[in-house]
């Protein structure tokens, strides 16, 4: 029976269709709507593999493949064996998470991932101070202030933003931003941090704009009255009775926004350099997560070396980031949220 | 709210006299004096508002602006037709032609590719979750997981694409791989579009199928699919022009970043795609430019954006036209 169709269910009388082809093409679909969970599946699996193999001598498949091996020709003596050598370690999770130096490929190698972290961090806190400052305060102008036909045109204008794709991001900080700051600072390089966090955050604006705009919209027209009944201006309104009423919804979206600038890639990749570096200048080069990734990417890395194992361990970094960040703007929407009828 | 904190600051442990103002006085007085200063202050706060919203219009502006000035005289038809070159005197009008075609060939082989695998998957995980699968945890959880693998970053799926269709199944670093790479990226707004699309289906035109004793296949078939068509594809080409300008996951994937041929073969005489072939894509492209160091190469990047943003535009606009085509109704 199918959601839709209530009432008395007659679908089947007198029809002269096998009932199996319904039963298979219900399969078909549910196929279809399977691949997406195996995608996340595939993703946790992928990562931690590619993990387990940067951490210990072998990947997960390796071991596995390598135990059952010895345990076929060998017995279990031999599966011990290759169980032992396989986990025996590469790089120490303590060395990846605290060390304060990263060089996978080039001599001597040194496997600390704090400067990547750095350089990620860099970037989300100079975009978040350009965008959620910036993207509330347009938010509050035009779910408040603006006239319809003026918010008509200006928010999809502001969601074009979001359709740029991000190497057009990277090429505008090169080209415009980057000789604007060299102009003020004239030591800052080709590559630096304030112009990949300055495109960042220009990139994020209309997510934060039109999610916090949608939150302040569905606040209902009788708490503003109310609240201009006792006297209030219409600053007082937008500000003590709308954003806190919306604010489920505002913060939903500052989380968002902040999870996909530390997965933005090809605006950072091109903007802040390819040098892993802890430091407080945004005039600096820097390399965040993400553009390191791209560096492997684009090198000539052969499979299996550190090199590009390296790419996993820091795929799984930036995928749990990202997936926490996405639960808790999931959690502070179910939280907060204001039912109003 | 603020006031009465601080009033029962003021009156220890006095829950009594909430309310009631510190001064002792009436609560309205004061209101009267401050309206000038709140009204100034509502003025100065509209102001910033107003000029918040100007800053991302000033970015757009600026962005576009900076594109086409740096590529002015740059997109010639010979950067169409012509493969890249290392040489930037080949770019130049008059020179030997150089340019962009075949990463703007591989990049239309990879949205269609991807069009096609998207339409199937995405259309049937929708039809699955709108018009099968009853009101259940397992549903939930599918929704939710479509939920969480938008906010998943497009590197990432390039690391799935990479380990699984590259490598464990073995397609290379092939135009296929890609294109299955960015289907899984852009599935889920896909799917959620979709459903958008047959939720606005009207439930009395699949009671009136049942009505008539079609099964549920039919009435999928027949009644909603043709109904939620228009819907489905407006939703499928915008998520399509997202995937157009992602490059990380193709970078992951391995697409070359600068290929001299088209990614298609002749067979018998007839151009088709080379699945299993290497490729180059607009984006990639774009990005291997933008590394020169050689600052000409600049005007050649920007060119290289123009084409890639006017085939998004033009993506767009199908997309609208074929909204406004079949909204009136």
New interface residues.
């Given amino acids: 029976m199918s959601g839709a169709g209530g009432g008395v269910d007659l679908s089947r009388a007198g029809s002269n269709i096998p009932a199996g082809r319904n039963l298979a093409v219900r399969a078909v679909f549910f196929t279809c709507a399977l691949i997406t969970v195996l995608t996340t599946f595939g993703i946790i699996v992928v990562l931690v593999d590619g993990a387990l193999g940067f951490f210990r001598e072998e990947t997960l498949f390796g071991l596995l493949s390598g135990v059952l091996g010895g345990l076929l020709s060998g017995g279990p003596a031999e599966a011990w064996a290759a169980a032992r050598s396989g986990l025996g370690v590469q790089v120490t999770v303590r060395e990846f998470l605290f060390g304060t130096d990263w060089s996978p490929i080039i001599r001597p190698r040194s496997y600390g991932v704090i400067p990547l972290l750095w350089g990620t961090m860099i970037i989300v806190v100079g975009s978040a101070l350009i965008a959620l400052p910036i993207g509330t305060a347009t938010a509050i102008y035009l779910s408040e202030y603006a006239d319809r036909r003026v918010r008509n045109v200006i928010k999809p204008t502001l969601e074009v933003l979001a359709g740029i794709p991000t190497i057009v991001y990277g090429f505008f900080a090169l080209s415009f931003i980057t000789p604007i700051i060299q102009r003020f600072f004239p030591e800052t390089g080709t590559f630096n941090a304030a112009a990949g966090a300055i495109v960042v955050g220009i990139m994020i604006i209309p997510m934060v704009s039109s999610l916090s705009e949608d939150a302040m919209s569905a606040v209902p027209d009788d708490l503003r009255n109310a609240a201009y009944g006792l006297g209030a201006t219409k600053f007082e309104v937008s500000t003590d009775v709308v954003v806190p009423a919306s604010l489920s919804g505002v913060l939903a979206s500052y989380i968002l926004a902040i999870s996909r600038a530390i997965g933005e890639t090809m605006a950072v990749t091109l903007a802040v350099g390819m040098q892993p570096n802890i430091t407080f200048n945004p005039l600096e080069p820097i390399q965040t997560m993400t553009a390191y990734m791209v560096q492997v990417g684009i090198s000539d890395v052969s499979v299996g070396s550190i090199g590009y194992q390296s790419l996993f361990a820091v795929g799984l970094v930036l995928f749990v980031m990202t997936l926490v960040m996405n639960l808790l703007s999931l959690w502070v929407k179910s939280r907060y949220r204001e039912a109003y009828r | ?1 603020t006031g009465s904190e601080r009033d029962g600051r003021g009156s220890d442990g006095g829950g009594e006299d909430e309310g009631v103002r510190a001064d002792g006085g009436d609560p ?1 007085a004061s ?1 009267g004096g401050n ?1 000038e200063r ?2 100034r ?2 003025r100065v ?2 102001g ?6 100007l ?3 000033v ?2 502006v ?2 576009i602006g ?2 086409l000035y ?1 590529a002015w005289g740059w997109v010639t038809l010979d950067f169409l037709t012509y493969p890249p070159s290392r040489f930037i005197e080949n770019y130049y009008p008059g020179g030997r032609g150089a340019g962009i075609y075949p990463a703007l060939v591989g990049s239309i082989l990879l949205i269609a590719l991807t069009a096609v695998f998207t339409m ?6 929708a ?9 259940s945890r397992l549903k939930s ?2 929704e ?6 938008a ?10 694409g ?3 269709f590259v ?1 464990a199944v073995g397609f290379g670093e092939s135009l296929l791989a890609g294109a299955l790479t960015l289907t ?1 990226l852009i ?2 707004i896909v ?1 959620v579009s979709a459903q958008e699309a047959l939720r606005a289906v009207p ?1 009395s035109q ?2 009136a199928a ?2 008539v ?8 078939r027949d009644v909603v699919l043709p109904a939620a068509l228009p819907g489905i594809m407006t939703g499928t080409i915008l998520s399509l ?2 995937a ?5 996951p193709l ?2 994937v ?1 697409a070359a ?1 600068s290929m001299f041929v088209a990614p298609v073969r002749e067979v018998g005489g007839v151009p088709v795609p080379d699945l299993f072939g290497s490729f180059a894509a607009m ?1 990639m492209q ?2 291997d430019w ?2 020169l160091p050689e600052a000409e190469f ?1 005007h050649v ?2 060119a290289g ?1 123009v084409v ?2 006017t085939v ?1 535009l033009l993506m ?1 606009v199908t997309a609208i036209l074929i909204r406004n085509k079949y909204e009136t109704r």
């Fill in positions: 709210m309205f209101v309206i709140k009204q202050l509502g706060f509209v910033i508002c107003f000029a918040s919203t800053v991302g219009i970015a757009l600026a962005l900076d594109v740096e199937f998957i995405g259309v049937g995980a039809i699955y979750l709108e018009e099968y699968a009853a009101e959880f599918i939710a997981n479509i939920a969480n693998l906010g998943v970053p497009s590197i990432v799926y390039g690391l799935l990479l380990a699984v490598r899984l599935l889920p799917i439930d699949r009671e049942y009505g004793g079609a099964t549920d296949w039919e009435v999928v022009s997202r157009i300008g992602e490059t990380a970078i992951m391995g970043t984006p774009i990005f933008a590394r600049q990047a920007a954006i890639l943003l998004l767009n």
